[in-house]
């Protein structure tokens, strides 16, 4: 397994990179286009070339220069980085799939995004060339009666015509649309605010095994990582991207529905 796990060295340090260090994200695609690129490979580049197309404007300070000087010396063995190969060799015995920009064989779904809104990927599950058929529905957290019996039957009735349902796996609109949705065996992508291994809300965990049994959970966070205002807001414009089009029940104003 530890092999396993050195083969994916380029996706530890990429992820470092990125989540822990915070270069820039277009900077670290165009660096890791190359199959075989690690951070120890960083240390044969010419410096003032690295501060170029790993600093953006804003984040051009000292804090972020002297980062690019520790990358010469970088130590394997801190904290941080020990965690990301955890999570990468959990990633291998659980089957979870990890896409970033630089991966050439992933599922079609994703091909739609620009390698900068795919820029890590976890999914748990199986998404298939027959999911670029797909819809959303999403809405109210707490939806009347009304809205739950409508929104079943929508989804109920789009899982006949073979749609995949894409939404944030939330409770309300989102759950009930799923529940729909498996009544006819239709196939659905949860798109998590959290990580694959720790669902929101508590209560959808329940639906976890039937999802991964015809679909996938997917998300942009880190594994464990817990759901904050940032991360809603990614999830709904993810989700958004995915789908061919978003049928929204019960939303109002200051829902979640106007990051779309």
């Known amino acids: 397994m530890l092999e396993e796990v050195n083969s994916h060295r380029n996706i530890v340090d990429y992820i470092f990179l990125l989540r822990i260090m915070k270069f820039s994200k277009s900077g670290l695609i ?23 197309i790993l600093l953006t404007k804003k984040k051009s300070n000292l804090e972020y220069f002297n980062k690019i000087s520790k990358l010469y010396d970088f130590n394997p063995n801190e904290e941080e980085y020990f965690k990301l190969e955890k999570l990468v060799k959990y990633c291998i015995q659980k089957n979870i799939i990890i896409v970033t920009p630089f991966d050439k064989n992933i599922p079609k779904l994703l091909q739609i995004l620009q390698p900068g809104k795919r820029d890590l990927v976890f999914i748990k599950g199986q998404i298939i060339d027959k999911d670029l058929k797909s819809y959303s529905i999403c809405g109210s957290r707490t939806p009347t009666k009304e809205a739950i019996a409508k929104t079943r039957q929508i989804a109920e009735l789009l899982a006949k015509y073979k749609f995949t349902l894409i939404n944030g796996f939330a409770k309300g609109i989102d759950i009930e649309a799923f529940i729909g949705a498996n009544a006819q065996n239709g196939r659905y992508i949860g798109v998590l605010a959290s990580g694959v291994e720790n669902v929101y809300p508590n209560e959808n965990k329940q639906y976890v095994h039937s999802v991964i049994k015809n679909g996938a959970l997917i998300s942009q966070n880190l594994l464990w990582n817990r759901i904050n205002k940032f991360a809603l807001q990614m999830r709904n414009r993810f989700s958004a991207q995915l789908s061919l089009g978003s049928i929204f029940i019960e939303g109002n104003y200051r829902s979640g529905t106007i990051c779309f």
């Open 30 to 52: 165009k660096l890791f286009q190359i199959p075989t690129m690690e951070i120890s490979r960083l240390k044969s580049l010419n410096k003032e070339f690295l501060t170029k």
